[in-house]
């Protein structure tokens, strides 16, 4: 068996406050190989954001802890460096794309000033190279001017373009994992669909591995082949795409599917809701913390924390699994 | 962007009219720094307090001086106190004002605050002369009295922009880079403050100009030269004896050039505001 591009083992976060400990992102351990999409999908609020804070090592240094048995990237451990080398891996080998492209773009430089200044910073050369690395990257993403693009600064683009300039941007340095963190949510869906299209592309051609985070279901359907679930800081199930939307084996799983909204010709159903809502971080349930929410709870999911289970490479974190 | 502020300056009035008045002021300060005009200001060409006349446009003062000189090297002393005051203090302001904003309620924070809040309580005057005295006369005691005070207000500006900024989305993606944090100060921290610095430069000068000519008039000021200050200083005794040419001289230049740069300042507020533009 061959590395996976991203593997990470039973990574835990916490904020740690006055009141004691706070815990966000609970044991948490997946691995993605080259070449591969995987979802991690989740209400607002249930760690998925900390979970690529984490593997990056973005989270501030006081009021948070993190833990893992390991991060690596291609065999390589990422959890363990120091602040110097772990900025040296930042960017060339692991990149982020953000929510928010109009945000996530420093407004006084020019796409081609940002953009360039990624890969000089990783690998120097001279400006020339770095302008043609550049421009290469704007037209990998689809860009047919790419010199308009470089030219413009981020204001002057739709949002759309501004996404896939942030594309570019992830991708000038070639890494071999990206995280994308809700890539569409802030677009409208033509252009969903389109920066969703490149970003496969690239995963394609280059053998990228990338971590779609998401709260839309069809965003992780339409892009990857493996998913997780996560609800409350813990991964309720993992599975991949297929089944998950045939046949889901948590109970929130399940719950999360029938939440979709549905476009039919005949009168659709009434839309439906998980019951109750979300727990508090700070006052989170003993056992499962799904079960108060739960149709399918008994007395033991309210005692004890199911682990994930594996049935042929799918894992549901459950005492009673649909 | 350069181009969309100038744009919008541009069809300002009132910003263009102060920026034509503070060219002009500037383009004689200039001409007298390279020696074009008013090289005779400590010349005696005259009788004193003669009239207006063609050889003595502006009249000449008690000693006989040119005041028309006099006002055009007034009008270099000016520029270079607010150049110099500016650019001093806008740096120092923004140095530690960055640096508080980027380490807020760190302790670098709160020793840079501890000064701030020092030299703003000390009253300013009170201060330059402090300054004055302790530097035995030297001509810069009153350029470092101004630059000492004058950066508080631009670092507490930026200091707060920095607060807000470095909460931004392109910050932390700075970091997911792998850019070191005080490098992302200066590459994208400070640079989003630069529309801020402008304006407040020009508030600065104005500022410096402002009370070069106070503390001129109370002897704190320049001590070789002549300013506008030091003009309006001796005109206190003789507009009572009925000579204006000092007091109209230094008054309306002073009067001018302070208008023309609020306007410019005023105009360039708008013409800079980036919370126009989406994003």
């Not at chain 1, 599917?257 to 508090?280: F, K």
Request: aromatic fraction near 8%.
């Amino acid at each position: 068996m061959n590395t996976p591009a991203l593997s990470v083992k039973n990574l835990s976060v916490w904020f740690e406050t006055e009141s004691g400990r706070i815990p966000v992102v609970d044991r948490v351990g997946f691995s993605i190989n080259a070449g591969d999409a995987t979802g991690l999908v989740g209400e607002s609020g249930c760690g998925k954001t900390m979970t690529a804070m984490a593997i990056l090592g973005l989270l501030p240094s006081t009021g948070v802890s993190v833990r893992a048995d390991a991060i690596e990237i291609n065999g390589r451990d990422i959890y363990n460096l120091n602040a110097r080398q772990r900025r040296a891996v930042l960017g060339r080998d692991i990149a982020m794309i953000f929510q928010q492209p109009a945000t996530a773009l420093d407004p006084v430089f020019t796409m081609g000033q940002q953009i360039g200044a990624v890969y000089k910073r990783h690998f120097g050369g001279s400006q020339q190279h770095v302008r043609q690395t550049m421009l290469d990257a704007l037209r990998s993403v689809g860009f047919n001017h790419a010199e308009d693009i470089a030219a413009a600064y981020p204001h002057q683009l739709s949002g759309g373009m501004r996404q896939l300039a942030m594309i570019a941007m992830a991708t000038v340095c070639k890494p071999a994992v990206i995280i994308a963190d809700e890539p569409t949510t802030a677009l409208d869906s033509s252009s969903r669909a389109l920066i969703l299209q490149k970003l496969q592309h690239l995963q394609t051609r280059h053998q990228t591995a990338i971590l779609y985070i998401s709260h839309d279901l069809a965003v992780v359907r339409q892009s990857c082949h493996d998913v997780m679930v996560m609800y409350c800081g813990r991964i309720m199930e993992t599975t991949d795409c297929q089944s998950l939307f045939s046949h889901a084996r948590h109970p929130y799983s399940a719950g999360l599917l029938s939440c979709i909204p549905r476009i039919s010709a005949t009168r659709p159903p009434p839309i439906s809701s998980i019951p109750g809502q979300v727990p508090a971080p700070t006052d989170l349930p003993a056992g499962c913390h799904f079960a108060p929410r739960c149709t399918r709870a008994e007395t033991r999911c309210r005692q004890a924390v199911p682990e994930l289970d594996d049935q042929n490479g799918r894992g549901a974190a459950c005492f009673r699994p649909l | 962007m350069m181009r969309d502020t100038w744009q919008r300056l541009r069809s300002d009035p009132y910003g263009m009219g102060g920026l034509i008045v503070v060219t002009i002021f500037a383009v004689v300060a200039v001409c007298v720094w390279t020696g074009l005009l008013g090289q005779g200001w400590s010349e005696v060409s005259g009788n004193r307090y003669e009239g207006v006349s063609a050889t003595h446009l502006f009249g000449t003062n008690l000693l006989g001086q040119d005041i028309l000189n006099r006002t055009l090297f007034g009008t270099a002393t000016a520029f270079e106190v607010g150049l110099m005051v500016t650019v001093c203090s806008t740096l120092l302001g923004t140095l530690l004002g960055g640096l508080a904003g980027w380490y807020s309620h760190g302790w670098l924070d709160e020793i840079i605050l501890w000064a701030k809040g020092v030299l703003d309580s000390i009253p300013f005057y009170l201060f330059a002369a402090a300054v004055a005295f302790a530097l035995q006369g030297n001509p810069w005691a009153m350029h470092l009295a101004m630059i000492i005070t004058f950066w508080t207000t631009t670092a507490r500006i930026i200091r707060g922009e920095v607060i807000r900024i470095k909460e931004r989305e392109f910050i932390e993606a700075a970091r997911a880079i792998g850019l070191p944090g005080l490098k992302t100060v200066f590459r994208h921290v400070l640079p989003n403050t630069v529309h801020i610095l402008l304006v407040q430069g020009t508030i600065v000068f104005v500022a410096a100009i402002n009370t070069e000519v106070i503390l001129s008039f109370l002897g704190l000021g320049i001590q070789d030269g002549v300013s506008w200050g030091l003009m309006l200083a001796e005109s206190s005794q003789e507009v009572l004896a009925g000579h204006f040419g000092n007091f109209i001289a230094a008054g309306a230049s002073l009067f001018l050039l302070l208008m023309g740069f609020n306007l410019l300042a005023d105009a360039l507020q708008d013409a800079l505001d980036m919370r126009r533009l989406p994003g």
